[in-house]
């Protein structure tokens, strides 16, 4: 493992399906995402159908932009169908209020909508997130739909993509089998409470909700086009687990090296070896 974690920049990617692309800043890396969905969403216009997007919160720059991007081009968000990839719940298992900081529908819909011409947004049920009470309509929704044109995500501290954490101690799972996991209500980590407690809530661990709805690892690696990004600090190892670990559940981002269209976008900060240092 101590290989992998020290690989040079231009080596990244190599030997694996995955594309890399180095982008010099977080600003740079939101606005390949904007265009990326943009592109989606013109191709759909003019084969007149709507594209079907799996949208993340984290990153979290790039809505702004792509609102700004349609309202230049007067290009409607209605030619797409936005599945939000997850969402935090209550420990009565329940979505957390859309009042609630931490939201991420609320996010969504204010980062989405907000900047964008009144006569550009979408009807309000093309944004979809999974249920906690019924987690598998949201797959058969989508199934209904013909699948994702495009996901779009991150990549967790524990290799979650959305928030498929990987089996719990004593639950072994292959890689296929994680795989094919779909939509549902999960609890989440203390890893993954931790890192996001410091992201967002300035270390206050106890913020952080325990249990959350995501949608399923199924939709995720099904998509026919799979980009994830990454430009938080703490990612050096985390994209180099995925790139060039070996392929298993324990890790869950290390299933998009069986992706056929798969694409990885890393900022210059998280291109740079992982090796021990004091701060």
Known sequence: MDDIMNLPPERLGEGTRVTVGIFPTAEDLYWDIAWRMLR???????????????????????????????NDLRLSLAYGVFFGMDEYLSDELQWISEDHPLSFRAHLRREMFTFLDPVLRPPEDSLIFPDPGDPPAVDRLMAD???????????????????????????????????????????LTCETRTINSTTVACGNLDAIPRYAVTLGMRQILSARELRLYANRFWQPSVVRRALHGPVTARFPASLVQLHSKAYLYITEEVSRPAGLRLA
């Open 145 to 187: 739909l013909g699948g994702a044109d495009l996901c779009v995500g991150g990549i967790g501290i524990t290799g979650h993509l959305a928030f498929n954490e990987p089996p719990a101690p004593g639950e072994n799972l292959t890689p296929e089998e994680f795989g094919a996991l779909g939509s549902r209500v999960v609890e």
């Open 40 to 70: 989606e969403l013109q191709r759909a216009r003019d084969e007149s159908r709507r594209a079907v997007f799996i949208v993340p919160v984290g990153p979290v720059g790039q809505y702004e932009r792509l609102a700004r991007l349609c």
